[in-house]
């Protein structure tokens, strides 16, 4: 059976020929770049082209840039290095953070700080002055991802910003802005200098990159909590990972290359996937203002992530019957009891019903997705809903 | 070198003329349990010795600690009949006890108990205990003599051979598994379903094990779990067939044509009635189940009084009077807890209605159960069920 990949918000499949080259240079370019040797060397150079090679793609200092383990790692680097600055303070988090941030949160509290949640309206997206109103001279830090993972609402980092910027010009106070772009990079434009976060974290698996590679921005030189041997400016101890960092920045490249292409491609599977479904009895853009396709609703919302809302049909059993299907899409929450609220907490957080929570589910696009595949998933989401409705519908009767 | 174990087994030698029939039974059971092909197994004068290389002992204590009937064992030195010789070796026993932590460090007591089957020994048990015992005094600075609440009991037993050995460890005790029968168990996945399963092996029953599968509303992953949950209680078993039953076409019917009040009392009647063909196919002979009384509505005596009735072989229920909590720590001790909470429950929320029948009337549901008209499902999905067999030797 052939599969249809509708899961890209996940992971994505790696581009073959970058695989390919990565694979020999493990083989071929096994130096370490702190070495002293030509094969160290030869590993130094192709580490400090990479990261040429970034700068300029990001538009900002190669200096700026540590590359990582992955999104998570990136994530966590600033926001742990505000343990060694200051002892106690308050941290303000959306409540949508992806769990590489959100559980920080847990951790911060437990050391004793304060941790205040934002919650975003109705629509997904957090608003700036939600942001203000959380802050306090006693405030060391703000994180708000930039497109959410789970509906692919886009916040105003720029505005959010601004708006931290001029509390702590008017409370003389120093506040560290991090940002989650680890769905933005390479699917809409991300320019750090632009946004005005203090960090933001990136992940190449995301856009056809090798997974186990991320990229951390850092306008200013932070103290991280692990130390070692000195290497990406001691932020980031431990041997580079040489061709994955290679990978992750030619990858990054193709898609910069590519972006407006493949993002008129992502809006036109879209706009193909809203026509289809909305004939569906019971299916529904997340959140519904989405639905509107408008100019306000294109700037709002990355087209590459759509969540679809079956309520009262679980979006976890769907996610099976479409699987059985040969189509992988992911779900919003999962419908199991002990976990059911933390799994479903971004969408919760947004409508407060369980019901809703349990029924979504997530597509998501690549490159390589067609609009075929659309048609085939639609068709197949009709043909199976029918059946789940009917089966779920006979509770409330 | 061989290690050697000796097996005690207690109620067992309480059942006169049938307590070979017990004993072939636990033998049986201690050589499925012992993954060790070389272990050998050795039934002699009331006793079971197993005797294996010593790179398995870890794996014999293990299956040991795990097959009911086994009410004690240690590991034992075994040793020429000579006193001098057998002091070493009791020395040896005292060193590998301190090793295992299992006495306090320390100043420490200690009683000799000393038995003598081959009169030929120079030696009485008394004499035996008195030499042995001033040996250790005079070895371990820190041991003083105690014959009433020792730290170490230290068994000499000159038989065929010298036998020592010290504190030895509790097994599981109850019968040997098969030796009461066989049913079948119920198992959901929750806490409950395998301490009831532990329970009734304990008393001797053999069981296999039933889960009703209702994919796509329940995961793979809830399946996995159920899998997992019979290879920890698989050793207690002694290996378990679990038969996995596709049984989302029965529940839609039920779903279909019933109240949603009575969704899961009849879901519940299926399932016995299905436990029930399978245990027909099996040769068993009762059914088993986790339900504790009033812990949910379908567990209240009316509930269990209906879904009792769809079945005409006994059913145990051996959590009926535990609490949750009493629940909860067995299956801590047994190691099923942990897998129990994973978050795989399933989706059969959809299936239950907010207020479902805590007082039903047996003969009501009896009638909304006609309306199924759902035999040819429950055959359907007694017959299709996929036979695992689930491994008793211990990882």
Partial sequence: METIYLDWAATSPMEPDIATQMAQMYVHTYGNPSSAHSIGREAREILEKSRKLCSSLLKVEAEQLVFTSGGTEANTIPLLSLLRKTPTGEIVLSSIEHSAVYELGSLFRNLGYHVKEVSPDTDGIIRPEAVRKKLSPKTIAVAVMHVNNEIGSIQPIQEIAREVRSFENENSCRIHFHCDAVQALAKIPVYPEVLGAD???????????????????????????????????????????????????????????????????????????????????????????????DSASELSYSPYIIALSLAPVPGEVCARVLNDRGISIGTGSACSSNREKKR????????????????????SFGPTTTKSDIEAFSYSLKQEIKLLRKTVRHRSL | MNAIFLVKFGELSLKKENRSFFEKKLKK??????????????????RIYVETPEEN???????????????????????????????????????????EGSIPAGPATFKIEARRTDKSFPLSSYQIACEIGDYLRSEFGMLSVDLHSPDIRMYIEIREEAFIYGNPKKGPAGLPVGSAGKGILMLSGGIDSPIAGHMMAKRGLKLDTVYFHTYPYTSEEALDKVKKLAGIISPYLVGTNLFVVPFTEAQLRINERA????????????????????AHRQRAHCLVTGESLSQVASQTLESITFTGSASNMPIFRPLMGLDKEEIIQRAREIGTYETSILPYDDCCTIFTAEHPLLKPKADRMWKAWNTLEIENFLDDAAERAERHYIHPRYR
């Fill in chain 1, 199 to 293: 960090s933001l974290a990136f992940s190449g698996h995301k856009f056809r990159g090798p997974k186990g590679t991320g990229l951390l921005y850092t306008r200013k030189k932070i103290i991280p909590l692990s130390s070692g041997g000195g290497q990406e400016f001691s932020m980031r101890p431990g041997t580079e990972n040489i061709p994955g960092i290679w990978a992750f920045c030619e990858s990054l490249k193709q898609r910069t290359h590519q972006m407006e292409k493949e993002y008129s491609h992502a809006c036109e599977l879209r706009d193909t996937l809203w026509e289809q479904v909305k004939e569906i009895e019971g299916v529904e853009f997340f959140p519904a203002q989405r639905g509107a396709l």
């Fill in chain 1, 344 to 363: 479903g907490r971004v969408i919760y957080s947004i409508t407060s019903d369980e019901e809703i929570a349990r029924g979504i589910i997530r597509i």
């Fill in chain 2, 259 to 278: 109240l949603p009040q009575e969704v899961t009392l009849l879901m519940r009647a299926a399932m016995v009635k299905i436990a029930e063909k399978i």
């Fill in chain 2, 57 to 99: 002992e870890e794996q014999v204590t293990q299956a040991l600690a795990h097959t009911f009937g086994v009410v004690g064992f240690s590991r034992a030195r075994r040793v020429q009949k000579n006193i001098e010789i057998i002091k070493k070796a009791a020395k040896k026993v005292i060193d590998s006890l301190c090793e």
């Fill in chain 2, 29 to 46: 059971n201690l050589r499925q349990n012992i993954e060790a092909r070389d272990a050998q197994i050795k039934h002699t004068n009331g």
